[in-house]
DNA sequence: CTGTTTTATATGTACATACATTATAACAAT
DNA sequence: ATTGTTATAATGTATGTACATATAAAACAG
């Protein structure tokens, strides 16, 4: 039999276990190097689905910028390799390591809270269920200068007692086996409020860059809703994109 | 009959049809609100479509994390948006228009000028060669939200006295045969200094999200330097990513 | 050999249909 | 009042089918 195959049976859908499958196959160095994939009959009938279905995952990853279909000529892989790829899966701690910056953390603060409407929608919760808000002050050992606030989703599992000094995604992987893959991120900027202003000892209402942070793990299931409030001119996000 | 319809013997495909009424539906307030969408099987019979192909246009929409659907409840405007994968090669405009919010140009003016230093090394050209530079404010009808200054290297070969109206990089790819590929932005809060203050009505000092973007062509070669002053809240980064 | 026309093939568009799943609402039973 | 059950209405999944369209390659004409 096929390497490459579909399990009927499987609760998980079949365009879900399609695309799956696609993206293995894409993996393989002839694909990457620009080897046209299976037309889409041959390739339905091989893994057993309709055009249709098979049709619904290749979509996907079309969208996604994965794969470039073009008449005729048949599917391949997308040659510019659009992931942006930027390496902003560095936590904070991390990347400031990186750039040689001293990091301290100046205050963190854990608690049970009752979530607003937006993280109910978020984490997709009843609205009595009880999330861990996570506050913390960070930057250079001579001033603050990010005041982050996460929250996380209950499926995770953290009790509040955790070591949170230790890199975040770290913890949750090896001690939660959660994964985190996929963020989505908005970045604008803000006046500073009172209170937030106080803890970045910047006056009230001066610029601060904000970010919210998205995290999701990889069944695309959300894990962390993050605010990070930076104190302008000590934080630029750079991002890189070709086409 | 109803205000929004599909043309069965247009050339333009169906489905694009209904994702340009489905755009344009989800701008009225009631769904911005959160109202539900007619359901599918509704939509489907009044747009005269089959219930598959509008949902080829819903998907790409929710896709693009501007719908959200969920069972039983309906299809609504994503409300705390997680928005837009949108690809960020869409220009201003275009991604203004993907969104239904109609532009205005309010100010725009051309010179040539003597490059400062961060110019000259970034286009790398002789400090007495003048490069041209472009400022335009734009915004809604009713408020300006941005300030635009761009410089173009002499390569480009722009004299100045082109249609500045069009879509900038529409523009230079037919006319100039440029593509730009590459771009590397940095992401920052600012205060608003008084002259920009003034152009974008607002009182000075408060904040705005500022980008500068490095603009490069296939030969990795720079074309354009551009910044970019948001007036907060008016303007939202999102970016995505995997691992 | 070169330019043109045809043909075959791959994706693109579109429909009708059927059943699965899930969240809400309505109702009944405790 | 609370809990459990059932109906219902929405999206979710999946198939089969048909024809349109673009284009690379083959056939052909000059």
Known sequence: ?????????????????????????????????????????????????????????????????????????????????????SNNWLSFSQEMKLRGIPIRNFELHVTWVTPDEQLINFFDIKPDRKVLKMERVRGRPDEPFVYFVSYFHPRVGLTGDEDFKRPLYEMLEQEHHIVATL???????????????????????????????????????????????????????????TR
Chains 1, 2 share one sequence.
Do not use: W
Not at 24 to 44: F, H, M, R, T
Not at 47 to 61: P, Y
Not at 195 to 219: C, H, M, Y
Not at 226 to 238: D, E, I, P, Q, W
């Open 183 to 241: 963020s989505k991120e908005e970045i604008s900027a803000v006046a500073a409020e009172a209170s937030i202003a106080e803890k970045l000892r910047v006056t009230s209402g001066s610029p601060l860059l904000f970010r919210k942070r998205f995290v999701f793990d990889q069944g695309e299931r959300p894990i962390e809703y993050n605010l990070g409030y930076y104190k302008a001119n000590s934080f630029v996000y750079t991002v890189e994109s």
């Open 1 to 85: 039999m096929n390497k490459y195959s579909i399990d009927h049976k499987s609760p998980m859908p079949l365009h879900a276990q399609a695309e799956m499958l696609l993206r293995q196959l894409i993996q393989e160095e002839d694909y990457q190097n620009g080897k046209v994939l299976p037309s889409e009959v041959e390739l339905a009938k091989k893994l057993a689905i309709s055009r249709t279905t098979l049709r619904q995952s290749i979509n996907k990853l079309v969208f996604e910028g994965l794969l470039v279909r073009k008449k005729r000529s048949g599917t391949r892989v997308a040659q510019n390799a659009v992931s942006s790829k």
